[in-house]
């Protein structure tokens, strides 16, 4: 595609369940990120990838929070036990190899816990 | 630790008007990029404009250009002839340093385009 994919849309948990959030880059692009960005806030860096290696994961929250990228494309941001904190929008994006390139991202996935 | 610093939560401008949007940055090295991007309500992140910290001259792309003043750490977005499109959030990033790939965002300004 031409874009950043990100699915489900919408994810609605119920609080201690466990969520898988996908991630589609665009073709070609090396490096990968996820971002947490609560509600009238700015994307809160949370791991990145460069192939299927994930070379920072500072920003993860808790070990609830796990990402893979196993063959350097689409990646899985999974976070167990769901809490109602974990609620926000999770961005994804990916990156052309240069200073200068910017981070392309999807459109996001809306995750609520209730 | 870096920082990115958004110090107007709302902005209102008037068509047709221009409008600038400030950003200031926190960093003790010589080498990141900053970028703005837009975020319309329906949520996508839309990149608009990049500058280099060791670009002489300041960025611009169509309506946008970016104000750098490296000595003051401020890199304010300008955007010209505003339009109702514009209203949105528009958010403030630097690439951290020596390390292009991790990217820190400030905490947004919201634009009001005013017909």
């Known amino acids: 595609g031409a874009g950043v994919s990100q699915s489900p849309r919408y994810k609605v948990a119920k609080r201690g369940q466990d969520v898988a959030l996908r991630c589609d880059p665009i073709s070609g692009h090396v490096s990968l990120f996820w971002y947490q960005q609560a509600l009238g806030q700015g994307p809160e860096f949370l791991t990145y990838f460069q192939n299927e290696a994930q070379l920072d994961k500072s920003g993860l929250p808790s070990d609830r929070f796990f990402a893979e990228r196993p063959e350097g494309s689409v990646s899985t941001l999974k976070i167990q036990r769901t809490q109602q904190e974990d609620s926000a929008v999770y961005l994804c994006?990916?990156?052309?190899?240069?200073?200068?390139?910017?981070?392309?991202f999807g459109d996001g996935t809306r995750l609520s816990i209730l | 630790a870096q920082k990115i610093t958004q110090t107007q939560p709302g902005m209102f401008v008037q068509e047709k008007e221009a409008v600038t949007l400030d950003c200031t940055y926190d960093t003790s090295d010589q080498s990141y990029g900053l970028f703005w991007y837009k975020q319309p309500s329906s949520g996508e992140m839309i990149f608009l404009i990049y500058?280099?910290?060791?670009?002489?001259q300041n960025a611009t792309e169509g309506r946008y250009s970016l104000n750098f003043q490296k000595a003051r750490k401020s890199a304010n977005l300008v955007i010209s002839a505003s339009q109702l499109g514009d209203s949105a959030m528009y958010f403030c990033?630097?690439?951290?340093?020596?390390?292009?790939?991790?990217?820190?965002f400030g905490s947004g300004t919201k634009l009001n385009v005013k017909p």
């Open positions: 990033a630097m690439s951290a340093p020596y390390n292009f790939n991790k990217f820190y």
């Open positions: 994006a990916s990156r052309d190899q240069g200073a200068s390139q910017p981070q392309h």
């Open positions: 500058q280099g910290s060791y670009d002489e």
